[in-house]
Every structure is written in structure tokens, then in C-alpha cells.
């Protein structure tokens, strides 16, 4: 396995670790080819780090640990192992490992846009949001970036959360210009534009999003209701609170949107 395929290989499950919820306790098994396979201490760290983000997707953050781990034993400068014990730990709200293992995957791998965007939302999330902002920019101008529209629509979430609704709209209009059906930041960008009293073009957003998004989450409809209640739409307010109950019944999305009436 070259290093293309081997980068390939890895950006799939980090895709999936990152946009797939924890559903189960379920363990996944390498293949014994896999690993008969790989003599190389590269290809090696490189399974044991795809078997961490599988029990990671899987919501087995302790073996996605021990697996990490391993890929970093046997290959301590194996960016991608850092980049993913960086995520478990955050995971895990053990903040120190994590600051601690995203910065060595930066060392090691300084231009990835994987890398950074991941390392930006920790850094959002757990330390300055404005400061995260460094990191997302990094990455979107990084020429071979597959999807800078994930690291702009971290960027616009992470600007608003610093208070600078301007830059957050930008990074979200950018994220859906790149991409016009990514529903993350359609509903985001509805959110902030309801929240500036843009409430027609808010609809307009919300309408994509629903589109777009055959399951819409539960922040997805509140915020429907709350932009149909601000331009007076009844019919679409009842549609998006009955949603809410079928699907959501003891969501506090859902109580908030009944109470709120």
C-alpha cells in the first residue's frame, strides 16, 4: 500500500468517526489478510489507527484507545494515530491528552487540513474560540483539502460562539457556496440570520435544509419553529411542532418549543 492510499484509506474513517454518532458497543474485527499484509511499520500503525476510529464510531472509546495507542507504539511519528488519540481524548474530556496529542500531530504533519480542522475544534471548544480560527483558515487554503466546506462550517460556528456574527456568516455562506446541500451550515446560517432579524431570508435557509435532510434533527425544527413564528407562519409552525412530537417526544428541544407558544 503506498502513502496515497494509505492517506485515502485513513480520511474515509476519520469521515465516518466524525460525521456518525455512537450507536452501539458492537467490536468490528481486522481482517487477518489486513494484517498478514503489513510488514511495514507505516501500514502497521496505520490499522491499528483505522480500528480506533471504527470502536470509536461505534462509541468503544476504550478499545479505540488501546488501539491508537498501538499504532502510535509502533510508529511514534504516525501523524494520523496522534490526530486520533486527539480525538478520543476529547472524547473522553481528558483535555490535557488531547491538547497534548493534536499538537504532536500538528508537528508531525503541520499542512494536513484534517489535522487542523480537528485540532481548531477542540481549541473552539474547549479553550478560545477566537483563537480557533487560525487553524480552520489554515486548512481551507490548504490546496488538496477535499472538504474545506467542514472546516467553514466549523469556522463560522466557532466565529459566532467568539461573537463576531459577521465573519460567521461569511464562513457559512462559503461553506454552502462549496457546497449548496451541506445541512450543517444551512441550518446554522438560518439560525444567525434569524437571530440579526433576517427572518425571511432564515426561511429560506431552514427550507434548504429541510430539504436536503430526510431526518432533520431536533435543533433543526426548533429552529423551524422559531423562524415560521417570526414571519407568521402558522402552517409551518404546526408541521415542524408536530415533528417534534412524533420524533422527539422528551427531547427539551421539543418542550421548548411547546412552552414557548
Not at 5 to 15: D, E, G, N, S, T
Not at 54 to 75: D, H, I, K, P, S
Not at 186 to 193: G, N, T, Y
Request: proline share 5%; with cysteine.
Amino acid at each position: 500500500m503506498n502513502k496515497s492510499q494509505i492517506k485515502c484509506r485513513f480520511a474515509a474513517v476519520v469521515l465516518a468517526v466524525l460525521m456518525t454518532g455512537c450507536v452501539s458497543q458492537t467490536t468490528v474485527e481486522v481482517k487477518p489478510a489486513e494484517q498478514a499484509g503489513a510488514s511495514r511499520p507505516d501500514q502497521r500503525a496505520q490499522i491499528h489507527t483505522e480500528r480506533a476510529g471504527e470502536y470509536y464510531r461505534l462509541g468503544n472509546y476504550a478499545t479505540a484507545l488501546e488501539a491508537a495507542q498501538q499504532a502510535v507504539a509502533v510508529m511514534p511519528s504516525h501523524a494520523q494515530a496522534h490526530n486520533m488519540l486527539g480525538i478520543i481524548y476529547m472524547q473522553l474530556r481528558e483535555d490535557g491528552k488531547a491538547a497534548q496529542s493534536f499538537e504532536q500531530a500538528i508537528r508531525l504533519a503541520p499542512n494536513d487540513p484534517e489535522i487542523l480542522n480537528n485540532y481548531g475544534w477542540f481549541v473552539c471548544q474547549r479553550q478560545n474560540a477566537a483563537q480557533s480560527l487560525q487553524y480552520f483558515t489554515t486548512a481551507i487554503r490548504t490546496p488538496l483539502y477535499t472538504t474545506p466546506e467542514r472546516a467553514m462550517y466549523n469556522a463560522g460556528v466557532c466565529a459566532r460562539k467568539a461573537g463576531d456574527i459577521k465573519v460567521a456568516e461569511l464562513q457559512l455562506r462559503a461553506a454552502i457556496q462549496r457546497q449548496p446541500l451541506y445541512g450543517p451550515a444551512l441550518v446554522e446560517l438560518a439560525d444567525i440570520l434569524l437571530s440579526v432579524g433576517k427572518t425571511k431570508d432564515a426561511e429560506i435557509m431552514i427550507a434548504r435544509h429541510m430539504a436536503v435532510v430526510q431526518q432533520p434533527s431536533a435543533d433543526a425544527l426548533l429552529t423551524g419553529v422559531r423562524i415560521a413564528r417570526a414571519n407568521g407562519d402558522r402552517a409551518s409552525e404546526v408541521s415542524y411542532v408536530q415533528q417534534m412530537r412524533r420524533r422527539f417526544p422528551d427531547a427539551p428541544q421539543t418542550a421548548s418549543a411547546i412552552e414557548s407558544r
